[in-house]
């Protein structure tokens, strides 16, 4: 077993506090990923587990052991860094022979475990290479099979993949994803880059300002946030404030110029009560309508005494990307951005209108509070 076992981990750089009272657990043969902007600490939190810095208080357990206090030479811990590290005048081979050398292994194992680690990462034929004669992929990978030939209890990623172009960095992601299931070897892994984070992880550690904002899976962090923050760093979400109406027991949110039933946050049971919205644009389902039914609409909830669900936008750009196209359309006096597959939008054009229905399970609420912190 090598689950890690965080407690009570805070870490200071003078009076700049960069971890703030961190507990979690990465269970064993799992691959969590500690995501967040730059400064928020997660590169400090895992030099942390490393054994590269040490923390103020707190401790850090693996399989059960204390090593809190451990020098880095002797926790046994696989990393690979953002910038790999190389020797860049041996060979692959020698690269990645190089933890089994310093700890004088046999020439022979030495041999039969680099052939193994080479072939995992897909460099079974290169290894009498030069690194500079090698790709950024493939140094990727040899740094990997580096960290990996150790056999450790655990694996840490720093941000292995910010270097590679989007094509290459792409295929490392289910490449990186496929070996550590192969092997089954727990793994940290530091990104600012969700993508990589929805991709590989089995957990993610969303931190913001040195804590822990969620920890979940990528599927409940991106469709059930538990703040602002979350919506908005895991996937863009369009973020509306608005004013909470309760009639006859049911919750609405109220803007300037559109209604959506909503359940709201917690705690909240009086009206008039101010919140924002987070809305994921691909779960906004949408129909054409005319000129003269947008302005019935609105006109509709302009003269009821009660709250009328309407949603209804005017579209002013359409952005083809490929696979989806961006809808950009003003409802009521907000933006609001609209994600659909591209046939979906062929018929679109700037000036049409739109009915606009979401799942009040797929709106978010938060008090105006949380929106005020996530926009600072």
Same mark, same amino acid.
């Given at each position: /077993?090598?689950?890690?076992?965080?407690?009570?981990?805070?870490?200071?750089?003078?009076?700049?506090?960069?971890?703030?009272?961190?507990?979690?657990?990465?269970?064993?043969?799992?691959?969590?990923?500690?995501?967040?902007?730059?400064? @928020?600490?997660?590169?400090?939190?895992?030099?942390?587990?490393?054994?590269?810095?040490? %923390? #103020?208080?707190?401790?850090?357990?693996?399989?059960?052991?204390?090593?809190?206090?451990?020098?880095?030479?002797?926790?046994?811990?696989?990393?690979?860094?953002?910038?790999?590290?190389?020797?860049?005048? /041996?060979?692959?081979?020698?690269?990645?022979?190089?933890?089994?050398?310093?700890?004088?292994?046999?020439?022979?194992?030495?041999?039969?475990?680099?052939?193994?680690?080479?072939?995992?990462?897909?460099?079974? #034929? *290169?290894?009498?290479?030069?690194?500079?004669?090698? %790709?950024?992929?493939?140094?990727?990978?040899?740094?990997? +099979?580096?960290?990996?030939?150790?056999?450790?209890?655990?694996?840490?990623?720093?941000?292995?993949?910010?270097?590679? #172009?989007?094509?290459?960095?792409?295929?490392?992601?289910?490449?990186?994803?496929?070996?550590?299931?192969?092997?089954?070897?727990?793994?940290?892994?530091?990104?600012?880059?969700?993508?990589?984070?929805?991709?590989?992880?089995?957990?993610?550690?969303?931190?913001?300002?040195?804590?822990?904002?969620?920890?979940?899976?990528?599927?409940?962090?991106?469709?059930?946030?538990?703040?602002?923050?979350?919506?908005?760093?895991?996937?863009? +979400?369009?973020?509306?404030?608005?004013?909470?109406?309760?009639?006859?027991?049911? &919750?609405?949110?109220?803007?300037?110029?559109?209604?959506?039933?909503?359940?709201?946050?917690?705690?909240?049971?009086?009206?008039?009560?101010?919140? @924002?919205?987070?809305?994921?644009?691909?779960?906004?389902?949408?129909?054409?309508?005319?000129?003269?039914? &947008? *302005? +019935? &609409?609105?006109?509709?909830?302009?003269?009821?005494?009660?709250?009328?669900?309407?949603?209804?936008?005017?579209?002013?750009?359409?952005?083809?990307?490929?696979?989806? @196209?961006?809808?950009?359309?003003?409802?009521? +006096?907000?933006?609001?951005?609209? &994600?659909?597959?591209?046939?979906?939008?062929?018929?679109?054009?700037?000036? /049409?209108?739109?009915?606009?229905?979401?799942?009040?399970?797929?709106?978010? @609420?938060?008090?105006?509070?949380?929106?005020?912190?996530?926009?600072?």
């Amino acid at each position: /077993m090598a689950e890690i076992l965080i407690q009570n981990i805070s870490k200071s750089f003078g009076k700049n506090k960069v971890l703030d009272d961190l507990s979690f657990e990465v269970k064993d043969k799992h691959f969590l990923t500690l995501l967040g902007p730059s400064g @928020c600490g997660k590169t400090t939190l895992l030099r942390i587990i490393a054994g590269l810095e040490y %923390s #103020d208080t707190g401790s850090v357990i693996v399989g059960g052991k204390d090593i809190t206090n451990v020098p880095v030479e002797k926790r046994n811990i696989g990393v690979v860094f953002q910038n790999y590290a190389l020797i860049p005048n /041996m060979t692959v081979f020698n690269n990645i022979a190089y933890g089994l050398k310093i700890r004088k292994v046999d020439r022979q194992t030495i041999q039969e475990k680099v052939e193994y680690y080479a072939a995992l990462v897909g460099l079974g #034929d *290169l290894q009498g290479r030069k690194i500079g004669q090698l %790709s950024g992929g493939q140094q990727q990978r040899v740094a990997l +099979a580096r960290a990996l030939i150790i056999e450790p209890p655990i694996l840490l990623l720093d941000e292995p993949l910010s270097a590679l #172009d989007r094509k290459i960095r792409g295929e490392m992601q289910y490449e990186i994803r496929r070996i550590q299931q192969e092997v089954g070897i727990t793994t940290v892994f530091v990104t600012h880059d969700q993508e990589e984070a929805m991709t590989m992880s089995d957990e993610i550690v969303l931190m913001h300002k040195g804590r822990i904002e969620q920890l979940d899976t990528p599927e409940q962090i991106y469709n059930h946030p538990i703040s602002l923050y979350s919506s908005d760093f895991l996937g863009k +979400a369009n973020t509306l404030d608005a004013t909470l109406d309760y009639e006859n027991g049911k &919750a609405y949110a109220v803007g300037d110029g559109w209604c959506f039933p909503v359940v709201p946050p917690a705690g909240i049971e009086e009206d008039l009560e101010d919140i @924002c919205l987070a809305i994921r644009g691909e779960q906004i389902e949408f129909e054409q309508i005319t000129e003269e039914e &947008a *302005l +019935a &609409a609105r006109a509709a909830m302009d003269a009821a005494e009660e709250p009328v669900p309407t949603a209804v936008a005017q579209i002013e750009t359409v952005v083809f990307t490929g696979e989806v @196209c961006r809808i950009s359309a003003k409802m009521g +006096a907000d933006d609001i951005t609209i &994600a659909c597959i591209n046939t979906r939008a062929e018929s679109l054009r700037p000036g /049409m209108y739109l009915k606009l229905i979401v799942p009040k399970d797929r709106i978010h @609420c938060f008090r105006l509070g949380d929106s005020e912190k996530a926009r600072s």
